[in-house]
């Protein structure tokens, strides 16, 4: 009975069955959020995930009558290493720092102070509950350790606060304008950015003051605390430890109903295998959603062009649920015209109904005492309504409506996208003259008394010499650095390629004083090294797909360069965005959605109807609208554009080449198959690890050993392994003739079986099946290195005299080769891997190299479609060869329209 006992107990073991493994802590009850303004649809599940709790993985369930639970999803959680900490400043036992335990609205967390009592009012915090602080954490603890004293959640962020004076007082980095130095008589050689070394602000230096102390990250400046403090897990004293460093999560239910009970729970995995699984569930909580009145735009602004009588409303939500507007269910927003006395909004001419997720609307010709309020509707009908919304005036420099606005059918999409696309093809040209090895010259100017000052408008440098009014934040200025240009200068083209595909635009050109570079991957920027100080001209162009400049004035640029200093000049972009909407009626406003946005650096807008799932084609014809955005508030609206339908392609243009390439070989294959069934016999190239496989099985027939064939570490699927199965057939045929022992150890059990029933065929094709022996043929070991051990012991037991490693493999290579090499055997070696190719060249007498291994089916084999193939491939081969070096010749001769030819795009 006892040794049954033992059993079970140790078969559980093994299995993993939670015999003994009690479940973590219960998860926090989540908080459930009903969204208001979304039609009841949408929830929020909100939790805190301490991190001394253990646990690998959240599942979140809901039940819709109570007892039934269905999953929702699963959360990953990021598992940390048990670490228990035994440095110096985990013991703060005689800082004197104690925690104060006070209630707050959930009671499962509770809110802690620190504070640190003097001798005379040390009893009175005791009194209120106070405990003396001993340790600090930063890692999660072991769990015995944990299960030591009672773990508290404690709501709060806390560091240990340990200040380094001489850190404080020692020069800080920085870096500012070099314009910003010459009012007060420094001169610089450079323009942009200069370097500074500058003290620490008085801010810094009251931090420091307070000296070491455990701390609430409330009211501390971040970028201190990043610098002199470490962030606290868990607070110890002798009674508790005060877990405090939490992971906030939220999941939201996006299908839930109005009015209809739902039910939650989390599930919170400390393990999850198919037999073990160890978890601790929540206490469940239920909600009933509410299908409430929208939200309205309360923000929004009107701006009035006191030229054109226009005003242009800016939509906008409070702040406070602006975050939530994807889950809105709102659908149309009702604009209203009227006067300032009209407070309850009740008198207002409708001007028009439009989507409520547009940007912009632009109101045509109004009196000056026009206001204007905005009625929100929900899908349900319910509707809320904004204030008076009062024009403010603006200086509007109305946008430009882009030319040759269009929208068009994108190309070999299947159907799925439309494109909106305008003109012109634009190069936009900035550069930025360097030195490769600048030569640093540093001043000191401390006794300029000159400080840097951060304000909202940016950095400005003032001269103090009143210590008792330099301002707060500011940081007096010790050293200022700069870049001297040494003998490298390098000139950097920065560039814009604003187009769209039907421009046909292939790269851009420059010419630097008639020194040509093209950019052919237009990655953005082209370098010239080791240019002169003096001024050059700069010319840059657009190249097309049949090798010509486009020839409008945007496409081309011709600026003066000046290297004389260092300096940077960046890409200039006109400061609009472009709004783009889609509609299904061109007389129905409400029917345009908005759908996305592009900056002035683009020429087209690809509708991808995100929308919808991914295998849902868009149905039905659409009409499109464009608003453009000026920097001052401004908008103008293009006219509609439409209808058009996405359609679906016969063929990719963007894959002629590959279609090409196809095409050939497929070409050259059946030539070659129609005459090497005619008897052709086509010359084929000795390959020295194949034709000397024969001297290697006849040496093994003279020593009377056995050979040893092993196919590598790849599964059945793999090119390698069907090749090595090929050439074991042959193998196999001379071992039957023969009458050779052939031993076959396996790595995969699929191969295992390929390889029983091709070494059976090929000695039932000699005439011996009797010699043929499935026990030779075995499984070892689906483990790398435990396979290449036990494959090592057996060539060194058997004394094999001819060793064959044809396959796929890896790091195992070399051990096998250099343990057949040792016993003497005869070794061949196959294999496509190149990494393990040099080990196989060493260590083995013969080496089938690359595609030599493909090759080598059809060089043993009289199948004339293997050798029709082989041939076919050879052909196209050489095609490729001719393909490259006549792109080579193109590319040296500048003509790099003709290499794009031959590129494929697309998907």
């Given at each position: 009975?006892?040794?049954?006992?033992?059993?079970?107990?140790?078969?559980?073991?093994?299995?993993?069955?939670?015999?003994?493994?009690?479940?973590?802590?219960?998860?926090?009850?989540?908080?459930?959020?009903?969204?208001s303004?979304?039609?009841g649809?949408?929830?929020?599940?909100?939790?805190?995930?301490?991190?001394?709790?253990?646990?690998?993985?959240?599942?979140?369930?809901r039940?819709?009558?109570?007892?039934?639970?269905?999953?929702?999803?699963?959360?990953?959680?990021?598992?940390?290493?048990?670490?228990?900490e035994t440095?110096?400043?985990?013991?703060?036992?005689?800082?004197?720092?104690?925690?104060?335990?006070?209630?707050?609205?959930?009671?499962?967390?509770?809110?802690?102070?620190?504070?640190?009592?003097?001798?005379?009012?040390?009893?009175?915090?005791?009194?209120?509950?106070?405990?003396?602080?001993?340790?600090?954490?930063?890692?999660?603890?072991?769990?015995?350790?944990?299960?030591?004293?009672?773990?508290?959640?404690?709501?709060?962020?806390?560091?240990?606060?340990?200040?380094?004076?001489e850190i404080?007082h020692?020069?800080?980095?920085?870096?500012s304008?070099?314009?910003?130095?010459?009012?007060?008589?420094?001169?610089?050689?450079?323009?942009?950015?200069?370097?500074?070394e500058?003290?620490?602000?008085?801010?810094?230096?009251e931090?420091?003051?307070?000296?070491?102390?455990?701390?609430?990250?409330?009211?501390?400046?971040?970028?201190?605390?990043?610098?002199?403090?470490?962030?606290?897990?868990?607070?110890?004293t002798?009674?508790?430890?005060?877990?405090v460093?939490?992971?906030?999560?939220?999941?939201?239910?996006r299908?839930?109903?109005?009015?209809?009970k739902?039910?939650?729970?989390?599930?919170?995995?400390?393990?999850?295998?198919?037999?073990k699984?160890?978890?601790?569930?929540?206490?469940?909580?239920?909600i009933i959603?509410?299908?409430?009145?929208?939200?309205?735009?309360?923000?929004?602004?009107a701006?009035?062009?006191?030229?054109s009588?226009?005003?242009?409303?800016?939509?906008?939500?409070?702040?406070?649920?602006?975050?939530?507007?994807?889950?809105f269910?709102?659908?149309i927003?009702?604009?209203?015209?009227?006067?300032?006395?009209?407070?309850l909004?009740?008198n207002?001419?409708?001007?028009?109904?439009?989507?409520?997720?547009?940007?912009?609307?632009?109101?045509d010709?109004?009196?000056l005492?026009d206001?204007?309020?905005?009625?929100?509707?929900?899908?349900?009908?319910l509707?809320?309504?904004?204030?008076?919304?009062?024009?403010t005036?603006?200086?509007?420099?109305?946008?430009p409506?882009?030319?040759?606005?269009r929208?068009?059918?994108?190309?070999?999409?299947?159907?799925?996208k439309?494109?909106?696309?305008?003109n012109?093809?634009?190069?936009?040209v900035g550069?930025?003259?360097?030195?490769?090895?600048?030569?640093?010259?540093?001043?000191d100017?401390?006794?300029?008394?000159?400080?840097l000052?951060?304000?909202?408008?940016?950095?400005?440098?003032?001269?103090i010499?009143?210590?008792?009014?330099?301002?707060?934040g500011?940081?007096?200025?010790?050293?200022?650095s700069?870049?001297?240009?040494?003998?490298q200068?390098?000139?950097?083209?920065?560039?814009?390629m604003?187009?769209?595909?039907?421009?046909?635009?292939l790269?851009?050109?420059?010419?630097?004083?008639?020194?040509?570079?093209?950019d052919?991957?237009?990655?953005?920027?082209?370098?010239f090294?080791?240019?002169?100080?003096k001024?050059?001209?700069?010319?840059?162009?657009?190249i097309?797909?049949t090798?010509?400049?486009?020839e409008?004035?945007?496409?081309?640029?011709?600026?003066?360069?000046?290297?004389?200093y260092i300096?940077?000049v960046?890409?200039?972009i006109?400061?609009?965005?472009?709004?783009?909407?889609?509609?299904?009626?061109?007389?129905?406003?409400?029917?345009?959605?908005f759908?996305?946005?592009?900056?002035?650096?683009?020429?087209?807008?690809?509708?991808g109807?995100?929308?919808?799932?991914?295998?849902?084609?868009?149905?039905?014809e659409?009409?499109?609208?464009?608003q453009v955005?000026g920097?001052?508030?401004?908008?103008?609206?293009?006219?509609?554009?439409?209808p058009?339908?996405?359609?679906?392609?016969?063929?990719?243009?963007?894959?002629?080449?590959?279609?090409?390439?196809?095409?050939?070989?497929v070409?050259?294959?059946?030539?070659?198959?129609?005459?090497?069934?005619?008897?052709?016999?086509?010359?084929?190239?000795?390959?020295?690890?194949v034709?000397?496989?024969?001297?290697?099985?006849?040496?093994?027939?003279?020593?009377?050993?056995?050979?040893?064939?092993?196919?590598?570490?790849?599964?059945i699927?793999?090119?390698?392994?069907?090749?090595?199965?090929?050439?074991?057939?042959?193998?196999a045929?001379?071992c039957?003739?023969y009458?050779?022992?052939?031993?076959?150890?396996?790595?995969?059990?699929?191969?295992?079986?390929?390889?029983?029933?091709?070494?059976?065929?090929?000695?039932?094709?000699?005439g011996?099946?009797?010699?043929?022996?499935?026990?030779?043929?075995?499984?070892?070991?689906?483990?790398?290195?435990?396979?290449?051990a036990?494959?090592?012991?057996?060539?060194?037991?058997?004394?094999?005299?001819?060793?064959?490693?044809?396959?796929?493999?890896f790091?195992?290579?070399?051990?096998l080769?250099?343990t057949?090499?040792?016993?003497?055997?005869?070794?061949?070696?196959?294999?496509?891997?190149?990494?393990q190719?040099?080990?196989?060249?060493?260590?083995?007498?013969?080496?089938?190299?690359?595609?030599?291994?493909?090759?080598?089916?059809?060089?043993?084999?009289?199948?004339?479609?293997?050798?029709?193939?082989?041939?076919?491939?050879?052909?196209?081969?050489?095609?490729?060869m001719?393909?490259?070096?006549?792109?080579?010749?193109?590319?040296?001769?500048?003509?790099?329209?003709?290499?794009?030819?031959?590129?494929?795009?697309?998907?």
């Amino acid at each position: 009975m006892k040794y049954f006992i033992f059993s079970v107990l140790i078969f559980s073991l093994i299995l993993g069955i939670p015999s003994f493994a009690q479940n973590p802590p219960k998860p926090l009850t989540p908080i459930i959020t009903d969204i208001s303004g979304d039609g009841g649809n949408n929830l929020i599940l909100k939790w805190k995930h301490f991190e001394t709790v253990p646990g690998i993985l959240y599942e979140i369930y809901r039940s819709e009558n109570g007892k039934d639970f269905e999953l929702l999803s699963p959360l990953q959680l990021k598992t940390m290493t048990p670490v228990w900490e035994t440095e110096k400043r985990n013991d703060v036992s005689n800082w004197g720092f104690y925690v104060i335990p006070q209630k707050s609205e959930d009671t499962r967390i509770i809110n802690i102070q620190i504070v640190k009592p003097t001798p005379d009012n040390l009893d009175s915090f005791v009194s209120l509950g106070a405990e003396k602080i001993v340790r600090v954490e930063f890692e999660v603890p072991p769990a015995k350790k944990l299960a030591e004293i009672p773990n508290q959640f404690a709501n709060g962020t806390f560091y240990q606060i340990i200040p380094d004076d001489e850190i404080a007082h020692r020069p800080q980095p920085s870096a500012s304008t070099a314009g910003l130095f010459k009012p007060f008589g420094i001169s610089l050689p450079v323009d942009g950015k200069v370097g500074l070394e500058v003290s620490a602000k008085n801010s810094e230096f009251e931090f420091v003051d307070k000296g070491k102390r455990i701390a609430s990250a409330e009211g501390e400046i971040p970028a201190l605390l990043a610098k002199y403090g470490k962030k606290i897990i868990s607070i110890v004293t002798e009674k508790t430890r005060y877990t405090v460093k939490y992971d906030d999560f939220a999941f939201p239910d996006r299908k839930t109903e109005p009015e209809k009970k739902y039910t939650y729970k989390l599930r919170l995995y400390q393990v999850k295998k198919p037999i073990k699984k160890v978890y601790g569930e929540s206490d469940t909580i239920s909600i009933i959603p509410k299908n409430e009145v929208p939200f309205a735009p309360t923000k929004t602004v009107a701006l009035l062009d006191t030229v054109s009588n226009n005003v242009v409303l800016h939509f906008a939500y409070d702040p406070s649920v602006a975050g939530l507007k994807s889950y809105f269910d709102d659908s149309i927003f009702v604009i209203y015209k009227t006067k300032i006395g009209d407070t309850l909004c009740e008198n207002g001419t409708k001007i028009n109904t439009i989507n409520s997720s547009w940007k912009f609307f632009t109101i045509d010709k109004i009196e000056l005492d026009d206001v204007f309020y905005v009625e929100v509707f929900d899908k349900s009908g319910l509707s809320a309504k904004t204030s008076l919304i009062e024009h403010t005036i603006a200086e509007f420099k109305e946008p430009p409506i882009p030319p040759n606005l269009r929208t068009v059918d994108y190309e070999n999409d299947e159907g799925k996208k439309i494109a909106v696309r305008w003109n012109p093809p634009t190069l936009a040209v900035g550069y930025n003259i360097d030195d490769v090895i600048p030569n640093t010259k540093v001043e000191d100017i401390s006794d300029k008394n000159l400080y840097l000052v951060h304000t909202e408008k940016g950095d400005t440098v003032m001269q103090i010499t009143d210590t008792t009014s330099i301002p707060d934040g500011a940081q007096k200025i010790s050293t200022l650095s700069y870049s001297i240009p040494g003998n490298q200068k390098v000139l950097k083209i920065e560039y814009n390629m604003i187009v769209n595909p039907d421009d046909d635009v292939l790269y851009p050109k420059f010419s630097l004083d008639e020194i040509n570079k093209v950019d052919i991957d237009v990655t953005g920027e082209i370098k010239f090294d080791d240019i002169e100080d003096k001024k050059y001209t700069l010319e840059g162009w657009m190249i097309s797909k049949t090798g010509g400049k486009l020839e409008n004035p945007e496409a081309r640029v011709e600026m003066t360069i000046d290297a004389t200093y260092i300096n940077n000049v960046p890409i200039d972009i006109p400061p609009y965005t472009y709004f783009i909407y889609r509609g299904t009626d061109a007389k129905d406003f409400s029917t345009f959605k908005f759908v996305g946005t592009v900056g002035a650096d683009s020429r087209e807008f690809v509708d991808g109807f995100t929308e919808l799932p991914k295998k849902v084609l868009p149905e039905g014809e659409f009409y499109y609208f464009v608003q453009v955005l000026g920097p001052d508030g401004s908008v103008k609206t293009s006219d509609i554009m439409g209808p058009i339908a996405p359609k679906g392609n016969l063929f990719n243009w963007n894959k002629v080449a590959v279609f090409l390439a196809t095409l050939i070989l497929v070409i050259a294959a059946l030539f070659f198959f129609y005459h090497a069934k005619k008897g052709k016999k086509f010359y084929i190239r000795p390959i020295a690890g194949v034709v000397h496989i024969d001297e290697a099985l006849g040496r093994a027939t003279e020593m009377g050993r056995p050979i040893i064939y092993v196919t590598g570490l790849g599964v059945i699927s793999e090119l390698a392994t069907l090749a090595s199965i090929t050439i074991l057939g042959r193998v196999a045929q001379k071992c039957a003739e023969y009458q050779n022992k052939l031993i076959l150890p396996c790595y995969d059990p699929i191969v295992m079986i390929v390889a029983q029933e091709t070494v059976k065929n090929a000695y039932s094709d000699e005439g011996r099946p009797d010699l043929y022996r499935e026990e030779n043929i075995y499984y070892i070991a689906a483990q790398q290195f435990a396979y290449a051990a036990a494959v090592s012991g057996l060539m060194i037991r058997e004394k094999s005299a001819a060793n064959f490693f044809i396959g796929k493999f890896f790091a195992e290579s070399l051990i096998l080769a250099e343990t057949g090499a040792s016993t003497g055997a005869i070794q061949v070696a196959g294999t496509d891997d190149m990494t393990q190719l040099p080990f196989f060249i060493t260590a083995c007498d013969y080496t089938i190299i690359g595609e030599e291994l493909y090759a080598a089916s059809a060089y043993l084999s009289d199948d004339p479609m293997q050798k029709g193939s082989l041939k076919a491939q050879d052909f196209l081969k050489l095609l490729e060869m001719i393909v490259i070096i006549g792109g080579t010749v193109a590319a040296t001769t500048g003509l790099w329209w003709i290499v794009h030819w031959f590129q494929v795009l697309g998907e």
